[in-house]
Every structure is written in C-alpha cells, then in structure tokens.
C-alpha cells in the first residue's frame, strides 16, 4: 500500500510549488481525459465502497494525473487541470476515509483543498471542506466540524450550488447533534430540506452525484438518532433505505438500516432491532467500508443493555463474521 500512496502524496507536496519539467503542453484535451476517469472511480466508490478502488486511483493519480501539474499550460488550462485532480484527490480522501485509513484521508483531502483553491472552484473547495467537516465530527470533533461546515457555507455566498449547500447544512446538522444542541440541528436540517428542493439534479457537477435523497435522509436519521429522537430517525432512515434500494446501494442501504435498528432498540424494540440489524449485515457483505463495519458495531453497542437475549447473541455471532471478513 505504501508503495502506491507515498509517491502519490511526494508528488502532491512539490507540484504546485516546483519548476515545470519538460515536456509536451498540457492541453484541454489532456484534462478532458482525466475528467473521463472521474465518473467511473466515482462509481466504483458508491457502489463497491472506499476499500475497493482506491489503490487503483492512487496509481492512476500518480502515474497519469499528478506529473500533468509538472509540465507547461496556459493559465486557463492549468484552472481546469487543477480543478480536474482537486476531484480526483477529494475522491481518494474520501475513499481512505471510507475505508478507516484516516490519516491518509486527512492528507489528501488537505491537498485537494488547495488544488481547489488553485482552480479558482469555490463550490469543490466547499465540497471538499464538507468531507473534512465529515470525518472531524465521525473522529469525535463535533465542534471542529460544524466550524468546517459553517465556512463551506460561506464560501458558497456567491456562488449558486444548492446540493453542495444542503451537504453543508446537513453536516452542520450532524455535528450539532453530536454537541447536543437539538434546536440548532433541527433548524439545519429543515434548511438542507429547503436548499435541496432547488437541486436539478443534471445541472449539478459530477462530483454532486451522491448527494441526493438517499444519501442525505440517511444523515438526517443519523442526526436525529443522536438527539435521542427515534421517530424522526425511523421516518428518514426508511425514506434512505426506499432510495437506496432503488440505485442498488448497498452501502448506503447498510447504515441507513443500520441507524433503523438503533431506533428501534431506542424504543426497546429487539425484534425490529435484530430483522433491521441483520438486513444492514447482508447490505455491508457486498462493501469495503469500515464505516459499514463501524454502524454494525454501533448497533452492537446498543444491543448491550438487553443482556444475553438469543436474538442479541444471535446478531453478535452475524456480526462477527462480517468483522472477521
């Protein structure tokens, strides 16, 4: 692994600060093949997880895409080509944030803001602090992540991206829920409700794709189960789950069914619990994602307080498959 990522994190430290290299123009149609790539890594990463393609993106980035901001370009050129591999490195952040290697996501998702900024992009450089808002609250710094989201948003102020928005609002949500502050989360997530109602769904970059309906109705459940409000978790949780069966989601569909379950055990419902908890089991099978590991854990946890029940042994034992493959 270290044998793909260091050379892709070397090159990141001096590209944009060292000399050209020699070699033939960069042009836009140079760009237009990294573009190309995007869509499919991008793909990879929805619907087979983080762990999946990442090392073949690092590869690709490495070998084709970063020794692109060495040669010579025209200005114009060199914003596409920064913005081009500011989305590719937020995809392999992400990617190794999905997959639990959260050092690493730190450091890319660090150089992808600053390929972002270089682009003169201010909705990807919200996106991309939308991903760090992400994991400082899953890294237990809910605090840092609302700052994170907050200053996505205002670096929206004059641009028109409403899903990127509702992303930020939706994060901010997350992390306040998190702090314990349950007006404040709600009124974020009724303000992700409002902006998304604008999103047209083909105006948006490729980058947007994810963010849609099952996607952000499985933040909102996750924000609602952190306030101890189960009803509302259950009511976005399923709406999640309806919309990711449709794409074929499966991890997606895995902690959506996962933050099903922990409602249910909120309102001491083993048995839904367990039949919610099994499905997001069989979802995370399909996956390389520690984050789907990690929600089947939190059910795990919640499971606890019921004691040696067979249905709770029995998920234990399920579980432990899943964390042993």
Not at 32 to 58: C, H, K, P, W, Y
Not at 59 to 83: G, I, K, Q, S, W
Not at 202 to 216: C, G, M, N, S, T
Not at 256 to 268: G, I, K, M, P, Y
Request: proline letters at 3%.
């Amino acid at each position: 692994m270290a044998a793909v990522v260091g050379p892709s994190r070397d090159w990141l430290l001096n590209t944009l600060d060292g000399a050209p290299k020699a070699g033939r123009r960069v042009c836009l149609e140079d760009v237009t093949a990294v573009r190309n790539m995007f869509g499919a890594f991008q793909e990879m990463d929805i619907f087979q997880g983080g762990g999946s393609g990442r090392l073949a993106l690092a590869a690709y980035m490495n070998e084709h895409v970063y020794p692109l901001l060495r040669r010579t370009y025209t200005d114009d050129v060199r914003r596409a080509l920064c913005e081009a591999a500011a989305e590719q490195t937020y995809l392999l952040g992400w990617m190794a944030f999905d997959n639990g290697e959260h050092g690493t996501a730190q450091r890319y998702l660090t150089q992808a803001l600053r390929l972002a900024e270089e682009s003169k992009d201010a909705a990807l450089g919200a996106h991309v602090l939308a991903g760090m808002a992400d994991q400082a609250t899953l890294l237990g710094h809910p605090a840092e992540g609302r700052r994170l989201a907050q200053a996505g948003r205002q670096g929206l102020a004059r641009t028109h991206a409403p899903a990127c928005l509702a992303d930020l609002w939706t994060l901010e949500a997350r992390a306040l829920a998190v702090l314990g502050d349950g007006k404040a989360a709600g009124h974020a997530v009724n303000e992700a409700e409002r902006v998304y109602d604008a999103v047209v769904p083909e105006r948006e970059p490729e980058w947007a794709k994810f963010i849609d309906p099952a996607y952000l109705g499985g933040e909102w459940a996750n924000t609602f189960r952190d306030l101890g409000r189960p009803g509302h978790a259950e009511e976005h949780a399923r709406r999640s789950i309806t919309h990711a069966r449709k794409q074929n989601r499966a991890r997606r569909g895995a902690m959506s069914q996962a933050t099903l379950a922990v409602a249910h055990l909120q309102r001491r419902d083993l048995e839904s619990a367990h039949a919610a908890g099994v499905r997001a089991l069989d979802l995370a099978r399909r996956v390389k994602s520690s984050r789907c590991v990690e929600a089947v854990r939190g059910v795990q946890r919640r499971m606890v307080p019921f004691g040696r029940h067979p249905l709770v042994a029995d998920f234990n034992e399920r579980a432990a498959q899943l964390q042993a493959a």
